[in-house]
């Protein structure tokens, strides 16, 4: 069970009235800054709840114990020396480390549960480019995001310069990354980058009630929904149509569709299983 490893960089914990869980990075020192431990760390936790059928959603956060400032991330950890297996100067060992990141990213983006990011404080660099694996952003009005990388003099790599120009115009996508700036949480919704953006005194209980809600709803059609969104839609239109035929018929087993008509007949509330 996930809640039982021992991890260094994330705490587990479970929610059991909302069916869902929390993977929190316990790095506020650093604002929770990323290293390849705390990727793989969110990616071995995502895996064991994968198939732990009392996790129906997940929410991916920064600790609310923050010590400095609050943080989502932000971004890559730039003291890590943890990859001093290779070597600077050899190209080949370079596109490795890329290798080495973009795997624990596309591990997150295929979790097949929701995925919520929760934002409160920085959202920056990688820190940025891991909402953009999960499903739903909720950030507190405080937070700041952006792509500071071209400051560093480098480049946001971990599916940045791919991921958000998939919901975003690229002239804004280069905007924010050939400049650096800092942008507001409601800039990012008005944007269409995140999915809402609350009052900061109102974010614990709104990502409460949201991961609740879909900790709740009917994991199947969820899980459907998701790969046909996210799979569906890098393939000609009459292919991603077909992600909707198999689904639909996937799904049609499923108990919850029985449940959910059901209800809806006897004028009563749903109680999905998730199964
Ligand atoms: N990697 C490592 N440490 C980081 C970090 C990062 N990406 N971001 C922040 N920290 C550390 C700082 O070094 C500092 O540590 P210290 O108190 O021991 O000196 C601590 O977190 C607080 O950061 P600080 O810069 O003092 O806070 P601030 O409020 O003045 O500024 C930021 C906050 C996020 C704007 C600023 O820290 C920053 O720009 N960080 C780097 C962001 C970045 O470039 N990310 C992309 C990396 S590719």
Redesign the pocket.
Known sequence: MSTEKNFEHVKIEKVEEGNYAIISIIRP???N?LQNQTLREIAEALETMEVDQSIRCVVLRGTKEFT??PAFS??????DRSSADLDPDNLRHQSHAMYRRHRYYNLIEAFPKPLIAAIDG?A???GFELVLVCDISIASKRSIFGF??I??G?FPANGGTQRLIRNLGKMRVKRMMFFGEHYTAEQMFNWNVISFVVDDDKFEDFVHERASWLGNAPTNSLFLIKKSIDYGTQTPLNIGLQFEHMGYAINSRSKDVAEGISAFLQKRKPKFQGK
């Open positions: 020192d650093k604002l800054a400095k400032k932000a971004g890559a950890d730039l003291s920085y920056l660099g990688g500071p990388e400051q560093r480098i």
